[in-house]
Structure formats: structure tokens, C-alpha cells
T-cell receptor
Framework: GAGVSQSPSNKVTEKGKDVELRCDPI?????LYWYRQSLGQGLEFLIY????????KSGLPSDRFSAERTGGSVSTLTIQRTQQEDSAVYLC?????????????????FGSGTQLSVL | EDKVVQSPLSLVVHEGDTVTLNCSYE??????LLWYKQEKKAPTFLFML????IEKKSGRLSSILDKKELFSILNITATQTGDSAVYLC???????????FGQGTTLQVKP
């Protein structure tokens, strides 16, 4: 697609429920990132996928959070047993990583995010 | 621990004013510093800086990096109401595209 697409744009759920957030990156982008932005805060790194390499999960806040990327394209972020502190905007980004010129490596293109509200 | 700190956290100016936003960092294995503009949800890319002292410019926006003092500034001249947004500074380190973001500066430009 023309840009990074995320769905749903808004999700309201009850505490304890599981949620799945979807990200469709820009076609041809090999790197995909998930970030979280709480109200009034900067972006917090969650997880990073690059090609067929093992994902960098170092930012996942707990084992309730997991993500997968199927076929090197679409990614799903799953939050199990949601808590109120999980409420935030979840942003996905993609980039042309691992190639040349390096200028593309760090130039992330972001989706519009999913606003998650846990009641 | 790697960190990126922006100042001020918020700023209110009037159209036509010039503003300077600050970003300092302490990051191991620094590769580049990036500025993003976030108006609603999706941050959009402004600049990427890798070398000290070389100004990047785009219209009324410009930015420069000082790798010795570990900071960058983003200047906006002749501000317009459309410049109202959150400006995010981020640093890339290591061998991935993983970015470490600052808290952001919220800029409001009044008519």
C-alpha cells in the first residue's frame, strides 16, 4: 500500500480481555517496529522485526505482550489479559532496513496508530 | 541507560515568532539523530543528522547536530499556525533501526 496501515484505529476493551492490533507495512519494507505512546509521553520501543532474523523483543513490558510477523509483511501485536495501564496509542512503523544507502535504515514511516482504551 | 531529553516540554508562541527546540542525548553507539513532527497520531519525518556542524534545512525549518556536546536543535522561523504539533527527537544506535525517542516538545502557534 501507499503507507503503513493499522487497524483498528480505536479499540475499547474491558480489563482482562485479550486484544489484537494489526499492522500492514509499506510494500517492500523489510523492517517493522512497534512503539507505544502513553498520554503526553514520547514513543516507547516495543519490538522490532528485520527480515527473517529473530525479532528484537527487548522493549516488551511483560509476557502478556507478544507479536508476530507473517510472511515478512503483516504484523499482529497481541496483548493478553489487558490492564488499565496498557491504555495508549500503539504505533507501527516500517523502513527499508539492512540495505544501502543508510539513510533509509533509520527513516521510519509510521502508521496512524491504534488508540487502545482498557476500561 | 540510553536516554534522549527534549526541552522545553511545551511552548506557546505567536505567528511570525522564531522558535528553537532542544534535544540532548546519552546513547551508546550513536549512529544518527532524527526529528519527527507529530500532528495527530502518525509522526512524519523531518530530518536525519549524522555529522556535526552541518545544517539541514527545509523551508522554514532547520536543524543542526553537535556530537561533541551531544545535542541537536530544531529551529522554526516565521512560525505559522500549521506548525502547531508535537516535535519528537530520536536517536538511532547500534546496528538496527530501533530509535530511542525523547518526550517531545508540544508547540502551539497562536494567530
Amino acid at each position: 500500500g501507499a503507507g503503513v496501515s493499522q487497524s483498528p484505529s480505536n479499540k475499547v476493551t474491558e480489563k482482562g480481555k485479550d486484544v489484537e492490533l494489526r499492522c500492514d507495512p509499506i510494500s517492500g519494507h523489510t523492517a517493522l517496529y512497534w512503539y507505544r505512546q502513553s498520554l503526553g509521553q514520547g514513543l516507547e520501543f516495543l519490538i522490532y522485526f528485520q527480515g527473517n532474523s529473530a525479532p528484537d523483543k527487548s522493549g516488551l513490558p511483560s509476557d502478556r505482550f507478544s507479536a508476530e510477523r507473517t510472511g515478512g509483511s503483516v504484523s499482529t501485536l497481541t496483548i493478553q489479559r489487558t490492564q488499565q495501564e496498557d491504555s495508549a496509542v500503539y504505533l507501527c512503523a516500517s523502513s527499508l532496513a539492512g540495505g544501502s544507502p543508510r539513510a533509509y535504515y533509520e527513516k521510519l514511516f509510521f502508521g496512524s496508530g491504534t488508540q487502545l482504551s482498557v476500561l | 541507560e540510553d536516554k534522549v531529553v527534549q526541552s522545553p516540554l511545551s511552548l506557546v508562541v505567536h505567528e511570525g515568532d522564531t522558535v528553537t527546540l532542544n534535544c540532548s542525548y546519552e546513547v551508546t553507539n550513536f549512529r544518527s539523530l532524527l526529528w519527527y513532527k507529530q500532528e495527530k497520531k502518525a509522526p512524519t519525518f523531518l530530518f536525519m543528522l549524522t555529522s556535526s556542524g552541518i545544517e539541514k534545512k527545509s523551508g522554514r525549518l532547520s536543524s543542526i547536530l553537535d556530537k561533541k556536546e551531544l545535542f541537536s536543535i530544531l529551529n522554526i522561523t516565521a512560525t505559522q499556525t500549521g506548525d502547531s504539533a508535537v516535535y519528537l527527537c530520536a536517536v538511532a544506535s547500534g546496528n538496527t533501526g530501533k530509535l530511542i525517542f525523547g518526550q517531545g516538545t508540544t508547540l502551539q502557534v497562536k494567530p
